[in-house]
């Protein structure tokens, strides 16, 4: 399984931003992921989860992007979407799509996108 996101960049603080990832590999046919989430890494900071969604639907946010910011999921593409509102510098960060079958201990994360939020 591989994790593909994108849709970071540049913004202006109060704009918004989509990120997207999609997982592709032959297992998630038979076997999708039980969650997939959002975390997010900013310089000298350690990575923190952002938002998450699993197979069921149930979804948690990070206090600190409460209202601001959506998590959903397409089980027919294996995409999930991060709508960010909102944005403040301190969402400034690399952000990472990951997957995870629990039981499993297997966890497949993405390749990083970043987001620049500018005063």
């Known amino acids: 399984v591989q994790l593909q996101a994108s849709g970071g960049g540049l913004v202006q603080a109060g704009g918004s931003l989509r990120l997207s990832c999609a997982a592709s590999?032959?297992?998630?046919?038979?076997?999708?992921?039980?969650?997939m989430g959002w975390y997010r890494q900013a310089p000298g900071k350690q990575r923190e989860l952002v938002a998450s969604i699993t197979s069921a639907g149930r979804i948690n946010y990070a206090d600190s992007v409460k209202d601001r910011f959506t998590i959903s999921r397409d089980g027919a593409r294996n995409t999930v979407y991060l709508q960010m509102d909102s944005l403040t510098p301190e969402d400034t960060a690399v952000y990472y799509c990951?997957?995870?079958?629990w039981g499993t201990g297997r966890i497949v994360w993405g390749q990083g996108t970043q987001v620049t939020v500018s005063s």
């Open positions: 990951n997957a995870n079958w």
């Open positions: 590999g032959t297992i998630l046919s038979i076997n999708p992921p039980s969650v």
